[in-house]
């Protein structure tokens, strides 16, 4: 067997971690990569966990996108499933590993990519750990909450948060002909991607599906002998009978590894990382939701645990982890910072600096907002659509934007990326030639009209 010309690790799997792998066996194929992974799959696709709770997608095996085997053969890398990573030693290019049915043992390498990802956050309350209380994030907890509606009668669940992941459940559960209530003191249902008049389109929206819209934080568990969560207790002091309690109240940077390696780490817990995805030492490098990412809108380093942003930061480590002095290493140019979710057929779509934080990343910001049609509004199926967009009003440049409909909104969300990126003004995007038919667009189309209404207002 050949000797390799280096070796590395990649520590973690989903999307960063396998996307690092291949990327660093591509640019380096005489280097020997190694992939561990604490659980049995290394690829799967997260964000359709909702979907497969909900029946929609009926077999957990469609979410899986690589099995061990079959990425080992295709992408190069070594793999070892339900691996746990115990510690690394940078200084001393060890890693400590533990396997199934083996003692933890020490192994040398090179190079080392930290994509541990993230982890749910807690509530910190008495009777979380009951065995109908579930957070959403691995193909574990997706199986672990099928595996429960199938055996337990659940007439009402509480869904603690009211980000994506739980309007997606929200649904996940109506879709099973469950009663939801969701629990957000914040601002309510998707508060991070809509406000003001927005804001009161989704939630009435949720709210004619049939979801119950609390602005009230959970505060007590009650449950029984058989640790089951049976209420849920509000900060208002109302008691909220259930069967089940999904908790989905974001995540966090999972860096326990990276900071015991005394690898330095961001407020938040992220790993510090340059552009390049290195870390503070120099053998180190990491990607996915472990790090922090560059928003081109205002230079900010924003936290944004999403695949895409995933897939990149990973590709970046791994083609950097590989390189051995050959060319210019690979940069992470930034996000605008674009999302978008669909619940109850809703499309709701978010991209750059929302109105409400503009002000805190230096902007005199205002935001033009109109409410138009999906298609030409007399054509059969045409839907009500929403766009609102952020200007930066000294220069009329376009640095945000949110659209929400049935129809056609994200992917209307989708064309103010580049805008965004490329420092538009308003003015500018209100002469764009956009398609037109009556089946799928207006002869203005929304964007067209707001820009237009905007530079107006400028």
């Given at each position: ?41 290394i ?57 199934p ?81 969701i ?21 009435e ?22 640790n ?72 900010k ?5 999403l ?34 979710v ?21 902007f ?57 990126w490329?420092?538009?003004?308003v ?12 089946p ?6 929304p ?9 107006q207002?400028?």
């Open positions: 067997m050949p000797i390799p010309s280096q070796r590395i690790a990649v520590i973690g799997g989903v999307a960063a971690g396998p996307a690092a792998a291949a990327q660093a066996v591509r640019s380096d194929p005489k280097a020997e990569v190694h992939l561990f992974e604490q659980g049995p799959m690829s799967y696709g997260a964000c359709e966990i909702p979907y497969y709770v909900s029946g929609q997608i009926e077999r957990v095996e469609t979410l899986v996108q690589f099995d061990p085997e079959r990425f080992q053969n295709q992408r190069g890398a070594r793999v070892h499933v339900s691996t746990m990573v115990k510690e690394i030693h940078p200084s001393r290019n060890r890693l400590v590993a533990e396997g049915g083996q003692r933890a043992s020490e192994e040398r390498f090179d190079k080392f990519i930290i994509a541990t990802g993230a982890k749910p956050r807690r509530l910190n309350i008495d009777g979380e750990e009951s065995t109908n209380v579930f957070s959403v994030r691995s193909l574990n907890d997706a199986v672990d909450i099928k595996n429960f509606l199938a055996a337990h009668r659940v007439r009402h669940a509480v869904v603690v948060g009211g980000g994506y992941i739980g309007a997606e459940m929200a649904e996940a559960l109506v879709h099973r002909q469950i009663r939801v209530t629990l957000d003191p914040v601002g309510g249902v998707l508060h991070r991607y809509v406000s003001g008049p927005l804001q009161d389109i989704v939630q929206h949720l709210q004619k599906a049939g979801v119950q819209i609390r602005r009230e934080r959970a505060v007590r568990f009650d449950f029984d002998a058989a089951h969560v049976s209420a849920v207790t509000t900060d208002r002091g109302e008691r909220i009978g259930c069967q089940l309690v999904i908790v989905a109240i974001g995540t966090e940077p999972n860096t326990c590894l990276a900071k015991e390696a005394g690898i330095r780490l961001r407020a938040n817990g992220a790993v510090d990382v340059d552009d390049q995805m290195r870390s503070s030492l120099p053998n180190v490098w990491a990607c996915g939701d472990t790090v922090e990412v560059r928003r081109v809108v205002d230079g380093q924003i936290y944004l645990p695949s895409p942003t995933a897939f990149r930061t990973a590709h970046v480590a791994g083609e950097n982890a590989a390189r051995r002095g050959r060319g210019a290493p690979a940069t992470f140019a930034g996000v605008v910072g674009a999302s978008t669909k619940v109850f057929g809703l499309e709701v779509a978010r991209v750059g600096i929302p109105l409400e934080d503009a002000s805190d990343s230096g005199d910001a205002f935001a033009e907002r109109v409410h138009s049609w999906s298609r030409v509004s007399f054509y059969p199926g045409a839907r009500r659509l929403h766009v609102e967009l952020v200007v930066e009003r000294s220069r009329g440049r376009l640095i945000g934007g949110t659209v929400v409909g049935e129809e056609g909104a994200a992917m209307r969300a989708n064309v103010l990326v580049p805008l965004i490329r420092e538009w003004r003015r500018d995007i209100r002469d764009l030639d956009l398609v037109y038919a009556p799928v667009a207006p002869s203005i189309d964007l067209l009209t707001a820009a237009h209404r905007a530079a207002r400028l």
